[in-house]
């Protein structure tokens, strides 16, 4: 992404809210990590385990907590949350190009569409009929907008995106490219031998402050609709199934699937290829670690695990060995106490 215009530390100080130690007129233009910082970039260190590099930078000025200032060669920003500081600050630096308004010649949209002027319908991109577009929206190419979508303000569709039939997109939402959102649920009834579709006529349903990373999947809901409310950020390449619900600010990692009718909470994680069976609930402030095989209902916070980790093969061959041995063992071990309670 390009960088905006320089803008001074005494300013950034104030647009962050945070202390600056040194020359408030030394001016940055974007951002880089400490070991390929040039004078006009801003950098932040978020672990101590990279204070040597601290202290060789060549950065104009650095994001930091209050005990690691005094290694630091450059101007400082001191704060107690560094990685936040740093987030807030390279999209002041880095801002998304402005919207405006108008419709690329190669788009097509349809005549009963609503698209506020301010938006931006991109090359290629399909508008369907009934869509609304709202103000400072961002529409990239080769999108599809399908019938009765709505899309709130200042969202953003970087490209390829597709909303299915009646998707409710709020404000703030920023969709990567491939990501769908509403195709049909994957919902069957058996006929004898065969598979007989039910049909999805529920909707999916964004909140403001959305995320949904490249080639990520939400299904539209059977009946009610799929929602992932406000402040969500979902990640690449998952597979979001027909009537979940992901509650306020919480957080999903790539490669995860939630099967069907799952309710997760608020201010939850879910780390990298964590597998949910269908119709659980998890409450709020659940956290899951990478990989956790999820078939169950967790209510209570907390930190929850599955899996094993990777170790050498020789190792592995042996606990699957042991492991095929468990209910032999089980039915040993059962009738010894049987035995010793009968004496």
Known sequence: MTAGSAITLGALAADLGVELRGDGAVAVTRVAVLTQAEPDCLSFLGDRRYRSALERTRAGAVILAPGD??????????????????????????????????????????????????????????????????????????????????????????????????????????????????????????????WVRIPQIGRVRLGDDVEIGANTTVDRGAIDDTVIAAGAKIDNLIQIGHNCEIGENTAMA????????????????????????????????????GMAMVTRSFPEPGVYSSGIPAMPSAEWRRAVARFRQLDELARRLKHVEDELKAK
């Open 69 to 194: 200032a005094q290694h630091c060669p450059a101007p400082v920003l001191v704060t107690e949350n560094p990685y936040l500081v740093f987030a807030r600050a390279a999209r002041r630096l880095h801002p998304y190009p402005p919207v405006v308004g108008g419709v690329h010649p190669s788009a097509v949209v349809d005549d009963s569409a609503r698209i506020d002027p301010g938006a931006w319908i991109g090359p290629l991109t399909v508008v369907e009929a009934e869509a609304e577009v709202g103000p400072g929206v961002f529409v990239g190419p080769g999108c599809i907008v399908g019938a009765g979508c709505v899309i709130g303000a200042e969202s953003r569709l970087v490209a390829r995106v597709t909303l299915c039939e009646g998707v409710q997109v709020g404000r703030r939402v920023l969709l990567h490219p491939g990501c769908v959102i509403g195709r049909e649920g994957f919902g069957f009834a058996k006929d004898g031998e065969r």
């Open 254 to 289: 790539a490669c995860s699937g939630i099967s069907g009718s799952t309710r997760i909470g608020r201010n939850c994680t879910i780390a990298g290829a964590v597998g949910m069976a269908g119709h659980l609930e998890i409450g709020d402030g659940v956290h899951f670690t």
